[in-house]
C-alpha cells in the first residue's frame, strides 16, 4: 500500500471506532441475547471472588472469561464495560481480516472493503455490543489464520508465524470448539503451499490432536472445579441426533436439515451482499444470462423456504435479525412480518448466495485453464479459509432446525475473503468497488441505527421492570422476559447456577409484553421509539388474565 492509501485506511478506522463508541448510548447495566450466562461468571469472579458458571453455556469459554475479568478488574465490572471490550474485538476482527486481504495480496481497495464488511452486518455490530461468544471467536480465528496464512510463505515451516497462529488457535479452541475446523482444515491446505512431507503432516496432525485435547482437558476441568453447565452437551447432542436420523431415515428429522441449510444459504448472502456489484460485474462479463439464472434459482430457493417456514425474518431464522428489527424476541406480543417481506429478504439472500457461487465457480474454471495464476502459498490460503468455514458452519447447519443468524458471520467473512482471492479482481471497474463501498456504508449506518433501536427498546424494558421493583413488586414476580428470567435466578442462586433448568416464559404475577391480551390487567406501560424516532412503541407491565381471576 501506497502512504497514501495507508492515511485514507487508517482515518477511515477511526472514524469507525468512533462510530462504533459514540453513536448512542449503550450503557445500560441488562443483559443482551443469551451473554447472560457468559457475563455472570465474570461478575461473580469480579464482585465476589467466585469462580462458578451458569447452566446456559455449551462451550468451554475459557479464554472470554479470562478477557472479561482482566478487562473488568481494571475498568470495573458492567454490562456496559463489557460491551466495550466486545467492541474491541470486533475492531480487532476487523484488522485482522484486512491483513488477511493484504497476505492474500488483494488491491488495496478490496482489502479495506473486507475489513469493513463485517460493520455492514447487522448481525456483527449487534453482537459487538453485547458479551455474547461470536465476535470474541471471529476475532481469535482471524488472527490465527492471519499468521497460518503468512507462515506458508516461509521456508523454514512457518516459524514464529506459525507457532503464534497454533498460540491464537488454541485460545479460539478454549472459547468455542468448533474452532476446530481450522486445525482440521491445516492439515489439508499446508500441503498444498509446501508439498506434502511427513514431517509437515505429522505436525499438524499433533496440533489436531493438541487442541482436541486441550478442549477435553478443559471440559474435564470445568467438571471437577464447578460442574459442567446444564447445556454443555446440547449441541453435541443434536449433532449426535442428526447423524441417527440419517441412519435411520427419519425423514421429518431430515426436513429439518433442509430447512436449516436453506436459512443458512441465505444468512450467507445476506452478510456477502455489499459486494454483489462485483459479483454481478464478473457474472455480466462473461454473458447477462447467468445473471438471470442466478434470479431464477434465488426465486426457487426463496419459495422453498417459505415452504417450510424456512424464510429469513418467518420468526424461526435466528435470534438477531428479526422483523422488528434486530434482537431476538423475547417477550410476548411479537409483530407478524408481512410474507412478502418475509420472501424479499430471503431471495435477496439467495440471490447473492448463487452470484456467489457462478463468480467462484468462473474464477476457479480460469485459474484451471491456466487463463490466471496465483502462488501455491496463495491457493494454499484460499483452501485454508474455505475448508474452516465449511467445516465450524456445518455442524450448524445440519443439525439445528434454526439455524441463528449468528452462527453464519465468521463461515460468511472467511468464504468472502476466499472468494474475492479466486475472482480476477484485476478487470473489476472502479464502479463497482465504489458501489460495493457505499453498500457497505450505507449497510454500517443501518447497523448502527437498529442497534440503537434495540438499545432503546431494552431501556424501556428495564426501566418499566425498575419501576415495578421500586413499587415493592419482587423480582421473582415479574416475568420479564428470556434473559431477566434465567438472569434473576442464577444471581439469586449462584451455588446451584451450572446445574439449573432453563427457565423459559413462565406464568408469574406481573408480565411484561407487547400486546396484552383479552383480560389482562395493564399495571404499567413504558414507550420507546424506533427507526430513528420515527415510531413510537409502547411495552406494557400486565396482571395475566388468570391471575386476576
Known amino acids: 500500500m501506497t502512504r497514501?492509501?495507508?492515511?485514507?485506511?487508517?482515518?477511515?478506522?477511526?472514524?469507525?471506532?468512533l462510530a462504533l463508541f459514540l453513536s448512542f448510548d449503550f450503557s445500560g447495566d441488562y443483559a443482551i441475547n443469551d451473554d447472560w450466562g457468559y457475563s455472570t461468571p465474570v461478575r461473580w469472579w469480579v464482585v465476589d471472588r467466585q469462580r462458578a458458571l451458569t447452566h446456559w453455556q455449551s462451550m468451554p469459554l475459557l479464554s472470554q472469561l479470562f478477557?472479561?475479568?482482566?478487562?473488568?478488574?481494571?475498568?470495573?465490572?458492567?454490562?456496559?464495560?463489557?460491551?466495550?471490550?466486545?467492541?474491541?474485538?470486533?475492531?480487532?476482527?476487523?484488522?485482522?481480516?484486512?491483513?488477511?486481504?493484504?497476505?492474500?495480496?488483494?488491491?488495496?481497495?478490496?482489502?479495506?472493503?473486507?475489513?469493513?464488511?463485517?460493520?455492514?452486518?447487522?448481525?456483527?455490530?449487534?453482537?459487538?455490543?453485547?458479551?455474547?461468544?461470536?465476535?470474541?471467536?471471529?476475532?481469535?480465528?482471524?488472527?490465527?489464520?492471519?499468521?497460518?496464512?503468512?507462515?506458508?510463505?516461509?521456508?523454514?515451516?512457518?516459524?514464529?508465524?506459525?507457532?503464534?497462529?497454533?498460540?491464537?488457535?488454541?485460545?479460539?479452541?478454549?472459547?468455542?470448539?468448533?474452532s476446530l475446523a481450522l486445525a482440521l482444515a491445516l492439515v489439508l491446505a499446508?500441503?498444498?503451499?509446501?508439498?506434502?512431507?511427513l514431517r509437515g503432516f505429522a505436525r499438524n496432525l499433533a496440533v489436531v490432536v493438541g487442541v482436541a485435547a486441550a478442549y477435553l482437558a478443559a471440559t474435564a476441568l470445568l467438571r471437577e472445579?464447578?460442574?459442567?453447565?446444564?447445556?454443555?452437551?446440547?449441541?453435541?447432542?443434536?449433532?449426535?441426533?442428526?447423524?441417527?436420523?440419517?441412519?435411520?431415515?427419519?425423514?421429518?428429522?431430515?426436513?429439518?436439515?433442509l430447512k436449516a441449510l436453506l436459512v443458512a444459504s441465505a444468512n450467507y448472502g445476506l452478510?456477502?451482499?455489499?459486494?454483489?456489484?462485483?459479483?454481478?460485474?464478473?457474472?455480466?462479463?462473461?454473458?447477462?444470462?447467468?445473471?438471470?439464472?442466478?434470479?431464477?434459482?434465488?426465486?426457487?430457493?426463496?419459495?422453498?423456504?417459505?415452504?417450510?417456514d424456512a424464510g429469513i425474518l418467518s420468526g424461526t431464522g435466528g435470534n438477531m435479525l428479526t422483523g422488528e428489527g434486530l434482537g431476538p424476541r423475547t417477550i410476548p406480543g411479537d409483530v407478524q412480518v408481512n410474507v412478502l417481506d418475509i420472501f424479499f429478504v430471503t431471495a435477496v439472500g439467495h440471490f447473492v448466495l448463487v452470484c456467489s457461487v457462478l463468480a467462484g465457480a468462473l474464477g476457479l474454471r480460469d485459474l484451471s485453464n491456466g487463463d490466471r495464476d496465483i502462488e501455491r502459498e496463495t491457493g494454499a490460503a484460499v483452501l485454508l479459509l474455505a475448508l474452516t468455514a465449511l467445516v465450524t458452519f456445518a455442524p450448524?447447519?445440519?443439525?439445528?432446525?434454526?439455524?441463528?443468524?449468528?452462527?453464519?458471520?465468521?463461515?460468511?467473512i472467511l468464504m468472502v475473503l476466499a472468494l474475492l482471492r479466486i475472482i480476477d479482481l484485476d478487470a473489476i471497474s472502479k464502479t463497482s468497488i465504489r458501489l460495493s463501498g457505499a453498500l457497505v456504508l450505507a449497510g454500517f449506518a443501518l447497523s448502527l441505527a437498529l442497534a440503537a433501536d434495540y438499545f432503546r427498546w431494552q431501556d424501556a424494558r428495564y426501566s418499566?421492570?425498575?419501576?415495578?421493583?421500586?413499587?415493592?413488586?419482587?423480582?421473582?414476580?415479574?416475568?420479564?422476559?428470556?434473559e431477566y428470567n434465567n438472569l434473576e435466578a442464577v444471581l439469586a442462586n449462584p451455588r446451584d447456577a451450572v446445574s439449573m433448568s432453563l427457565i423459559n416464559p413462565v406464568r408469574r404475577p406481573l408480565r411484561l409484553t407487547r400486546a396484552p391480551e383479552p383480560g389482562d390487567e395493564i399495571v404499567a406501560m413504558e414507550s420507546y421509539t424506533r427507526f430513528l424516532g420515527a415510531k413510537t412503541v409502547k411495552i406494557y407491565a400486565v396482571r395475566p388474565a388468570d391471575v386476576v381471576q
Not at 396 to 412: E, I, N, Q, W
Open 4 to 17: 497514501s492509501q495507508t492515511a485514507v485506511a487508517a482515518t477511515i478506522f477511526f472514524a469507525a471506532v
Open 67 to 178: 478477557l472479561g475479568v482482566a478487562w473488568a478488574e481494571v475498568f470495573g465490572f458492567s454490562q456496559g464495560a463489557l460491551r466495550q471490550l466486545n467492541l474491541v474485538l470486533a475492531l480487532t476482527t476487523c484488522a485482522a481480516v484486512f491483513a488477511c486481504a493484504r497476505a492474500l495480496a488483494l488491491p488495496a481497495s478490496i482489502c479495506l472493503l473486507c475489513a469493513l464488511l463485517p460493520l455492514a452486518s447487522p448481525i456483527f455490530v449487534g453482537l459487538s455490543y453485547s458479551f455474547m461468544t461470536d465476535v470474541p471467536t471471529a476475532a481469535l480465528v482471524a488472527l490465527s489464520l492471519l499468521f497460518l496464512i503468512r507462515s506458508f510463505s516461509r521456508h523454514d515451516g512457518g516459524g514464529w508465524d506459525y507457532a503464534v497462529g497454533v498460540a491464537f488457535l488454541l485460545l479460539a479452541v478454549l472459547l468455542r470448539q468448533t
Open 190 to 197: 499446508e500441503p498444498v503451499a509446501r508439498g506434502f512431507t
Open 225 to 257: 472445579q464447578v460442574g459442567l453447565p446444564t447445556a454443555y452437551g446440547a449441541k453435541t447432542d443434536a449433532l449426535v441426533g442428526f447423524f441417527g436420523d440419517i441412519f435411520t431415515l427419519n425423514l421429518g428429522a431430515l426436513r429439518q436439515t
Open 271 to 308: 452478510f456477502a451482499l455489499a459486494i454483489l456489484p462485483i459479483l454481478l460485474e464478473v457474472l455480466w462479463r462473461r454473458g447477462g444470462r447467468r445473471v438471470l439464472i442466478a434470479a431464477g434459482a434465488a426465486t426457487g430457493l426463496a419459495v422453498a423456504s417459505l415452504a417450510v
Open 396 to 412: 450448524h447447519a445440519v443439525a439445528y432446525a434454526a439455524v441463528f443468524d449468528r452462527y453464519a458471520l465468521l463461515p460468511s
Open 464 to 482: 418499566l421492570i425498575g419501576q415495578l421493583q421500586s413499587e415493592g413488586v419482587a423480582a421473582e414476580d415479574i416475568d420479564g422476559g428470556f
